[in-house]
């Protein structure tokens, strides 16, 4: 089955600073790539996303990479501000039984200190 | 989008019984998924529940211990069974939603258990 890997788990960075996750998946069939934030006691929210036929997205300070035949995909931010300050997931949706399911990374604990 | 009530927001528990999650999805969806979530780690796919068919559950986790009601497209529950401290976790339920980006996911607010 898929495997997503997250890299670093934690991520401290200065106000204004950039910061970038990375995740590599394992099935080379998974054809959807979305990053969840999620604030402390509060549900995952759905912070941009990428399909396999594209190899770049940007929602303005954020961006997502892809690169197929590396197996691998990264969230960018730029201009960080303290309100970045969350767990960052990712995720790789592999189809299976007819249907997707997402399998998630570890997780990136990101602080950002003004 | 899809606006998911879930409950109990959270709830103690004595080790050796159950406890009954309720999930509700102002829409009709497909599939619903089940997570766990233990303190500060990621989120595990515990099943899948398709309306009318038994769930699908994913390697390490078993019906018995994790039965799954899927009664109709808006509703499903999650029970965890016998339960002891290693259950403390938090529970999300998860969906779908048909149409545009058909594979983006919503999840309820989760469960917080604690087993004592």
């Known amino acids: 089955g898929e495997n997503v890997e997250q890299h670093p788990s934690t991520l401290s960075v200065q106000e204004g600073d950039s910061a970038v996750i990375k995740c590599t998946y394992s099935?080379?069939?998974?054809?959807?790539f979305p990053w969840y934030k999620q604030e402390l006691g509060k549900r995952p929210q759905l912070i941009i996303d990428?399909?396999?036929?594209?190899g770049e997205k940007k929602d303005q300070r954020i961006a997502v990479t892809l690169n197929k035949t590396a197996k691998h995909f990264s969230l960018h931010i730029t201009e960080t501000q303290p309100e970045d300050s969350a767990v960052y997931f990712c995720a790789a949706s592999t189809f299976s039984g007819g249907y997707n399911k997402l399998i998630f990374g570890a997780g990136t604990r990101l602080a950002v200190h003004p | 989008s899809a606006v998911i009530s879930q409950k109990p927001s959270r709830d103690i528990c004595q080790r050796g019984t159950s406890l009954t999650i309720q999930c509700q999805v102002d829409?009709?969806?497909?599939?619903m998924f089940w997570y766990r979530q233990q303190p500060g780690q990621s989120l595990t796919l515990i099943a899948t529940a398709n309306q009318g068919s038994e769930a699908t559950y994913e390697s390490g986790f078993v019906i018995d211990k994790f039965p799954i009601s899927r009664p109709n497209l808006t509703f499903s529950t999650l029970t965890v069974s016998n339960m002891s401290p290693e259950d403390s976790s938090i529970y999300l339920c998860s969906v779908t939603v048909p149409g545009g980006k058909n594979t983006e996911a919503f999840f309820g607010q989760g469960t917080r258990l604690t087993v004592v």
């Open positions: 829409s009709q969806v497909t599939m």
């Open positions: 099935d080379s069939a998974s054809n959807y």
């Open positions: 990428i399909r396999s036929n594209v």
